[in-house]
């Protein structure tokens, strides 16, 4: 990917419903490594914390814009499966989520996404695998 390409890609991710609704910035993309962030406030269960959904939600939305890179135009990306481990509960401030590929094949894509609070500790860790199809013509 090149720089020219980077603000309409990341447009894409930050302007999405779920994207804007969670508060996602992408601060880094290409088919091997997404990296964004997401604040807490606003993405908390009753009690204050870091909703686990949010954080899933956040890496099926790294792992899914990763495979659209990968994938190229005129594809279309279809979750999988998506599996996710919360850690510790996020509190405050930004978390940031780092989608790494594990695997960029030709119809399956994998990603690892690590989220972390300010501090650098892990909270969640998800895997993501996805699809990739052609679009349809109708």
């Known amino acids: 990917m090149n720089n020219s390409e980077m603000p309409t890609l990341a447009a894409a991710i930050d ?3 779920v994207g804007k609704k969670l508060g996602v910035k992408v601060l880094e993309a ?3 490594r997404i990296v964004a962030t ?5 993405n908390t ?3 204050g914390l870091l909703h686990g959904g949010a954080s899933v939600a956040l890496a099926e939305s790294l792992g899914s814009y ?3 890179l990968h994938a190229g135009p005129g594809k279309a990306i279809v979750g999988l499966d998506i599996n996710a481990t919360h ?3 996020g509190k405050g401030g930004l978390v940031t989520a780092v989608a790494t590929a594990l695997a960029l094949g030709r119809t399956i ?3 690892e996404v690590v989220v972390s609070d300010e501090e650098g500790t892990r909270l969640c860790t998800a895997r993501i695998t996805c699809m990739i199809r052609e679009l349809s013509k109708n």
């Open 87 to 89: 850690h510790r509960a």
């Open 15 to 17: 302007g999405d419903l």
């Open 66 to 68: 990763g495979a659209a």
């Open 109 to 111: 894509v994998s990603y």
């Open 45 to 47: 269960q009753p009690f």
């Open 38 to 42: 997401m604040p807490v406030e606003g």
């Open 30 to 32: 290409s088919s091997a």
